[in-house]
């Protein structure tokens, strides 16, 4: 997956998707879709920008003037290890969100 500032990413085009990743301990990745290329949103030095809510990546997004066409929440969780299945089968959820600006 290529790391780019979302800036940077608005220049190819308006991104099809944004993808909330929550990793853990209340630590987001913002992701965007374009053009069947997935890009981890960085800072201008190539690092993986990480947020503390999805209010953060709003307020991210809204300064630079994009508002998602679609937002989705992924979250892994340990459910299914928890009831004995597999580890390296990890229930994924893709949850749509709605985006309002407030």
Not at 38 to 53: C, E, N, P, Q, W
Not at 60 to 80: E, F, I, M, S, V
Request: include cysteine.
């Amino acid at each position: 997956m290529h790391k780019l500032s979302l800036d940077k990413v608005l220049q190819f085009g308006t991104p099809d998707a944004l993808i909330i990743r929550s990793l853990s301990c209340g630590i987001y990745r913002a992701e965007v879709t374009l053009a069947e290329q997935t890009y981890i949103l960085a800072d201008s030095a190539g690092v993986s920008k990480t947020f503390r809510s999805t209010q953060a990546i709003k307020e991210y997004c809204r300064k630079l003037d994009y508002k998602p066409a679609k937002a989705y929440l992924h979250q892994n969780t340990a459910y299914g290890e928890m009831i004995g299945l597999s580890e390296s089968s990890p229930d994924d959820m893709l949850l749509p969100i709605p985006w309002v600006d407030e």
